[in-house]
């Protein structure tokens, strides 16, 4: 089971909750006691009435000045909740819901936020039990964190004072979508009266953010796996030349992606038949040869990205922080819940990988057009004209690269001021989260059209599985076993479905590691 300490949370942690369903073990008694410490600060301040804090005993956003009674402080969390459940729109697939409630039970272990250890361990009952929130998609400004769509999972677990416990939203349970209040029932989980600040800490962070960014670049890893594998499968059917993966070429280039990934081609296309089969060629186009120049600043990118978020998921967003592990525990306010950063590390995330599908798409028309496959037949139909052959598919491939191009462009360079102007710049990361994760998507769906041309193109030259390297061969056997050869005009939908869940699954990447095992991720 992962246990949470709020300081060791990894990208893998998060896709195996939040996808494949691993359990998380209660808080340890070192987390819950560090929870209980700052709960006693917040307990006595709402006791003492003495000292005015952010969100215990003041109204929020340009309420702030309005002092709130130490009876009212219980209503005025549950109220800050029940006033985000603003969303709109289609609603986020329940992996990101749920990478987002792990992401939450993480940040409280510090013991920063002033909640309970009972509430914030609700958040792990859900997840191993099954109840995920119904969460839509719009309506975060990514400051003052993720309101809208963590106080659409807050109000699930949370109830009024009131006997019949109040709004309780909606929320997945057993794949049925019902009322909270059913779905915790059926969990045989009880909702919590929110206590002074648990509102607060609840809402507020950039949590929709980082859980799409994490599971976002563990998406975008395994497509740049699989954009060199689709890359060279073209290169054979193209008949492509070695010379512009040379080693020494790449290195004196000092990028690192770039050597990388200049590495991987040549590992992946050792044993071909095909590369530098035609004598007569002096260069290839850019979309062969400068591969690894593309595809290499995105391995960058996903580095340095790697990073950023692992931090991320480790860190306080809640706004106050309490520190309580001194001498005389203390209060800060300020504005961890501002995600600038997520915001612009996923519009560089969506960039880099359109970038990726831009000249997956370019190779895809190169092997369809017979003036620049090599000797291919027009649209790789053995009965060209009365067949069309695979020119649809790349109709699809264009439409998603120029979709890419419109996602991609940056939101977190927009900022739209809110709360009377005391919140007056925002990040927009939430939109920039769901344009990533869209872009993910598109890039999925072009690379496997790549590999559905590529596979038709090999089969098109004279004994052309038998003169692929071992690698790809391995990677068109795995094509081959789900999606037949097009002899004729089909719907060619489910082919390219089939292969972009065979992306997601890394099936492909598994069988051509197989072969060699040293291949970089």
Request: hydrophobic residues 45%.
């Amino acid at each position: 089971m992962l246990q949470l300490t709020g300081s060791e949370l990894s990208i893998a942690d998060v896709v195996a909750v939040a996808r494949h369903a691993e359990q998380v073990a209660p808080y340890s008694p070192e987390v819950v006691a560090r929870m209980e410490t700052s709960r006693q600060w917040i307990a006595g301040v709402i006791a003492s009435d003495s000292k005015v804090v952010y969100g215990v005993n003041t109204g929020f956003g340009s309420l702030a000045r309005v002092r709130i009674a130490p009876d009212q402080a219980r209503q005025l969390s549950r109220n800050l909740i029940l006033t985000c459940l603003v969303g709109v729109g289609e609603p986020l697939p329940i992996e990101v819901v749920r990478a987002m409630m792990l992401i939450r039970a993480n940040m409280f272990a510090p013991g920063n936020s002033g909640i309970r250890p009972q509430v914030a361990g609700l958040l792990i009952e859900m997840l191993n039990r099954g109840v995920t929130p119904w969460v839509p998609r719009k309506g975060s400004l990514g400051a003052s964190g993720d309101l809208a769509p963590l106080a659409h999972i807050a109000v699930v677990l949370t109830r009024d004072e009131s006997e019949d416990g109040g709004f309780s939203g909606q929320a997945y349970y057993q794949g049925e979508l019902m009322s909270g209040a059913d779905a915790m029932a059926r969990a045989g989980l009880e909702r919590v009266v929110p206590e002074a600040k648990e509102g607060l800490a609840l809402t507020n962070g950039t949590t929709l953010m980082v859980a799409a960014g994490a599971l976002a670049l563990h998406d975008a890893e395994v497509l740049i796996a699989h954009a060199e594998i689709a890359a060279a499968l073209s290169f054979e059917a193209l008949c492509g030349l070695s010379e512009a993966l040379h080693p020494a070429l790449h290195e004196a280039n000092r990028q690192p992606g770039q050597v990388t990934t200049a590495a991987n081609l040549r590992a992946l296309l050792q044993g071909s038949q095909f590369i530098d089969s035609d004598p007569e060629r002096v260069q290839d186009p850019y979309s062969l040869r400068c591969t690894p120049h593309v595809l290499g600043p995105a391995r960058d990118t996903i580095t340095f990205l790697r990073e950023r978020f692992t931090s991320a998921l480790n860190a306080a967003s809640d706004n106050p922080l309490i520190f309580a592990d001194t001498n005389e525990a203390f209060k800060v306010s300020g504005g961890n819940f501002h995600g600038q950063g997520p915001s612009m590390w996923l519009d560089f995330l969506g960039i880099a990988l359109s970038s990726v599908g831009n000249i997956s798409e370019r190779r895809t028309f190169r092997l369809l057009t017979p003036e620049l496959s090599n000797g291919l037949p027009a649209m790789l139909a053995p009965s060209s004209g009365l067949d069309s052959g695979l020119m649809m598919p790349q109709y699809t491939a264009a439409a998603l690269v120029s979709d890419n191009k419109t996602l991609a462009h940056p939101d977190s360079v927009d900022s739209v001021p809110s709360c009377a102007n005391q919140e007056d710049h925002v990040s927009m990361g939430a939109n920039a989260a769901r344009h990533a994760l869209e872009i993910v998507e598109n890039v999925r769906h072009i690379i496997a059209i790549e590999l559905l041309t590529a596979a038709q193109a090999i089969d098109l030259r004279p004994d052309g599985p038998a003169r692929l390297g071992q690698a790809t061969h391995a990677a068109y056997d795995i094509v081959r076993e789900r999606v037949a050869f097009l002899d004729h005009d089909r719907e060619t939908t489910p082919d390219i479905e089939t292969l972009a869940i065979l992306i997601r699954s890394e099936r492909v990447l598994r069988a051509v590691e197989r072969t060699m095992p040293d291949v970089a991720r």
